[in-house]
Nanobody
Framework: VQLQASGGGLVQAGGSLRLSCAVV????MGWFRQAPGKEREFVAA????????YYQDSVKGRFTISRDNAKDTVYLQMNSLKPEDTAVYYC??????????????????WGQGTQVTVSS
């Protein structure tokens, strides 16, 4: 399974970006990020049926995860971006349960990341 995140770039604080990634049918899709010198951290996830979403507290109200299974695509809409959102963003797929949705090791498949840089 090959995943590829796209849509990253350079944006000023307060701006928006939308990331995209191919879905894996039947799998929960997650977005993670990793800033230089930091561990990979959970950002958001969405169940296969799209009915349940999860967010890291720091992005709630600013980021929205969604999936279009007909287009085999998962999106991360990022609004009101802050410099601290700067990181490489990765999409991932896994058969995860609620208690493990925020744990990177729960995901079986990972894509190459896309850089998001937010300038102040």
């Amino acid at each position: 399974v090959q995943l590829q995140a796209s849509g990253g770039g350079l944006v000023q604080a307060g701006g928006s970006l939308r990331l995209s990634c191919a879905v894996v049918n039947g799998y929960t899709m997650g977005w993670f990020r990793q800033a230089p010198g930091k561990e990979r951290e959970f950002v958001a996830a969405i169940k296969w049926n799209g009915g349940t979403t999860y967010y890291q507290d720091s992005v709630k109200g600013r980021f929205t995860i969604s999936r279009d299974n007909a287009k085999d695509t998962v999106y991360l809409q990022m609004n009101s971006l802050k410099p601290e959102d700067t990181a490489v963003y990765y999409c991932a797929a896994g058969r995860v349960i609620t208690s493990t949705v925020r744990i990177p090791a729960s995901y079986a498949y990972w894509g190459q990341g896309t850089q998001v840089t937010v300038s102040s």
